[in-house]
């Protein structure tokens, strides 16, 4: 056994001091000059209680000014050794209330401290077990899916498919296992609510002009809804037998229909096709640019109107204008660049120009019953009214989620119906400028709506197609015709008393549908191309269709 054997190494312990030493050292002398005190006080001789009371002071002047001067631990125990000397020389045992106060201040700060620990590790471990209980899928494309709903990072640098995972299930087990569900309900809410709002109708402030314009229709419509309603009423007492006789003639009358008269209406396809008031002239209009007006029922060109530089797609007559008027608005063109033009009889050149809706085309014009306003349809979404006589326009309404290409008044001339590319068709009062129908129904672009002469019929003509009947007072379609093989390119309501519908389509045929039971009365045959508009004389005796064949072609009964 060697010598180093004999030696035995003693560790000693070191002391751990928690909270502040400044504080802890101005304590104990604090309390150990309290002891002196007390001492004094209960019979202690006055020589030890000056020596203590001198030590205290010292001691209290080495803690106050000099605490830089503790070392080490070795020094700190030395103290420690002749303050209790010091105590156990003149100094009573300290009370139950000091040592609480004592052990109270040196291990409050420490508890503390272990209860923060144990409350986190506590809640890692819960966070932890949540995590191995979340399923979450293994495949690596469906994860990163998860992570961009979360707005989380779907990689970091150099993470695998299996740390990837890992942290999915760590921000599932903070968020909750159905995080994903619910941020996938938020934002399909959001979509929703995002579609809403596109779909929603929307106002804005109009002019001083458009107040007046309204004021004026409402002035002008009421008078004649009246009338309307009083003729119905009468048509009621009407024996039942006289109108059966009425309907078999007309019936009669319509199957005989035969082609009066084809003219060659120009170089390109005629476009469109517009009866005067009195059923006297029939204007016509081409892909040529060119408008022509002609004579009924023989068909002569009577005046050509030149001025669009690309191809026309809609015409229109004013009512209560005479054929003798010069330098008076009379007629009404819109062009594919987006102008639209006004004439007047006997002149070639155009009264005025509209240029509002360059570039978008325009496809249809209307004017309304009164004469004092155009309608016209543009591939801009919406479709704008002109007051003639204000020579301003007073509204330009959107509403549409496509171009709108086909627009109709009602007989009244307080409502005006639009068809367009987006499958659906909208009801406008002109008098306070709302939606008041939503025509949803067709699964093609509307190309063809018109109001019956009852007020409460519409009829629309789609890429479908079909042709629909919708009743404006129940606010729904009561009926669908499936009318042709190819889509319905124009409908016309018989302007008189709506007894018979035409419809055209790009099937090259014109038919005829009985307005009670929708059922075909006649197929107009003799295009040889496309047929693209349809119009019905206000005297109900001639039918004008125009083709691609660059045709237009007159039907009348057999006399």
């Known amino acids: 056994m060697s010598d180093d054997d004999d030696i035995q190494y003693i560790k000693r312990q070191r002391t751990l001091h928690y909270g502040s030493l400044e504080e802890s050292e101005r304590k104990r002398q604090n309390a150990a000059a309290s002891g002196a005190a007390t001492a004094t ?40 050794k002749k303050t209790n000397n010091s105590k156990q020389a003149g100094a009573p045992p300290p009370t139950a209330a000091t040592l609480a106060n004592k052990i109270d201040d040196d291990y409050f700060d420490l508890e503390m401290e272990m209860e ?39 990689c970091y640098f150099g993470e695998g498919p299996a740390e990837r995972r890992r942290r999915l299930k760590e921000l599932l087990a903070g968020l909750g296992e159905h995080a994903i569900n619910r941020k996938h309900y938020e934002e399909e809410e959001r979509k929703q609510q995002q579609r809403d709002q596109d779909q929603a109708t929307w106002y804005h402030e109009g002019p001083d002009t458009l107040r007046i314009a309204r004021l004026w229709l409402a002035d002008y419509s009421l008078p004649r809804a009246k009338d309307r309603l009083v003729r119905a009423r009468e048509a009621l007492e009407v024996p039942s037998a006289t109108r059966a006789g009425r309907m078999v003639e007309m019936q009669k009358k319509l199957q005989s229909l035969a ?7 120009d170089t390109r396809p005629v ?15 081409s892909w040529s640019g060119l408008c022509k007006l002609w004579s009924v029922p023989d068909c002569e060109l009577k005046q050509t109107l030149r001025g669009h530089a690309s191809y026309v797609g809609g015409v229109a007559l004013r009512p209560g204008v005479k054929a003798d008027e010069e330098n008076v608005v009379a007629m009404a063109s819109g062009g594919h660049d987006g102008a639209v033009k006004l004439w007047g009889f006997n002149n070639e050149e155009s009264i005025a120009d509209i240029t509002g ?73 002109l008098r306070t400028g709302r939606c008041i129908m939503f025509l949803e129904g067709h699964l093609g672009a509307v190309f063809g709506v018109d109001f019956s002469p009852n007020g409460y019929h519409i009829a629309t003509g789609s890429q479908d197609n079909t042709c629909k009947i919708w009743d404006l007072r129940r606010r729904q379609p009561v009926y669908t015709i499936p009318a042709h093989t190819n889509l319905i390119s124009d409908v016309k309501y018989q302007q008189e008393c709506g007894s018979f ?36 004389a206000p005297n109900s005796q001639y039918i004008a269709t125009t083709s691609f064949d660059r045709t237009f072609k007159l039907w009348s009964p057999d006399s």
Not at 259 to 265: A, H, K, M
Not at 271 to 285: H, I, K, R
Request: net charge negative; aromatic share 6%.
């Open 116 to 154: 923060r620990d144990k409350v986190a590790l506590l809640e890692e471990f819960e966070r932890k077990k949540r995590a191995r209980q979340i399923n979450v899928s293994t495949d690596d494309t469906e994860i990163k899916s998860n992570l961009r709903q979360l707005n989380e990072p779907i």
């Open 501 to 536: 519908l035409v419809t055209c389509s790009y099937d090259s045929t014109t038919k005829i549908w009985s307005n009670k039971t929708w059922q075909p009365l006649k197929t107009l045959q003799g295009h040889d191309n496309k047929v693209i508009s349809v119009d019905i």
């Open 357 to 429: 809706h360059m570039p978008h085309r325009v496809s249809k014009v209307a004017f309304h019953p009164s004469g004092r306003f155009l309608a016209t349809a543009c591939y801009d979404s919406s479709w704008r009214l002109w007051d003639l006589e204000q020579k301003t326009e007073v509204l330009h309404q959107e509403g549409h989620a496509k171009p709108v290409h086909c627009l109709s008044y009602h007989s009244d001339g307080s409502v005006l119906v639009t068809g367009g590319l987006d499958a659906f068709g909208r009801v406008w009062d």
């Open 271 to 285: 476009s469109s096709a517009a009866f005067s008031a009195d059923s006297g002239l029939l204007l016509t209009s």
């Open 41 to 80: 006080t209960t019979g202690t001789p006055a020589s030890s209680g000056a020596g203590t009371t001198t030590t205290t002071t010292t001691a209290a002047g080495t803690g106050g000014g000099q605490l830089e001067d503790i070392d080490s631990d070795e020094d700190y125990e030395e103290s420690t």
């Open 259 to 265: 082609p009066l008269c084809s003219q060659v209406g």
